[in-house]
Nanobody
Framework: QVQLVESGGGLVPAGDSLNLSCVAS????????MGWFRQVTGKEREFVAA????????YYADSVKGRFTISRDNGKNAMYLRMNSLKVEDTAVYYC???????????????????WGQGTLVTVSS
């Protein structure tokens, strides 16, 4: 069973950048499509970005398109989220997630994934 561990969260001022990482263990990383989601306490979990098994395709929520970049390195069993021009409304706990059976990245964005990390907190101050 694959396990996911996120890192890289922190407190940054609005307009700054942050890099999140998600490292996988216990499975064949390249067999999983991957995604980032975020959640604010008391609100629904929200899709952020997704990347295909070999990294050739990506898919973003409109709210982060042009500011965030998702990538992966299958040789390192890792996925990344580069977040630029951060806004206060980007404040949330960010989760990485993986699924080996999802057929499209749009389907992945629905949030019904097999494996989830524990989350890393990103706080953007005004």
């Amino acid at each position: 069973q694959v396990q996911l561990v996120e890192s890289g969260g922190g407190l940054v001022p609005a307009g700054d950048s942050l890099n999140l990482s998600c490292v996988a263990s216990g499975g064949t990383f390249s067999s999983f499509a991957m995604g980032w989601f975020r959640q604010v306490t008391g609100k629904e979990r929200e899709f952020v970005a997704a990347i295909s098994w070999l990294g050739g395709n990506t898919y973003y929520a409109d709210s982060v398109k042009g500011r965030f970049t998702i990538s992966r390195d299958n040789g390192k069993n890792a996925m990344y989220l580069r977040m630029n021009s951060l806004k206060v409304e980007d404040t949330a706990v960010y989760y990485c997630a993986a699924d080996s059976k999802v057929r499209t990245l749009e389907m992945l964005s629905w949030g019904h994934l097999e494996v989830w990390g524990q989350g890393t907190l990103v706080t953007v101050s005004s």
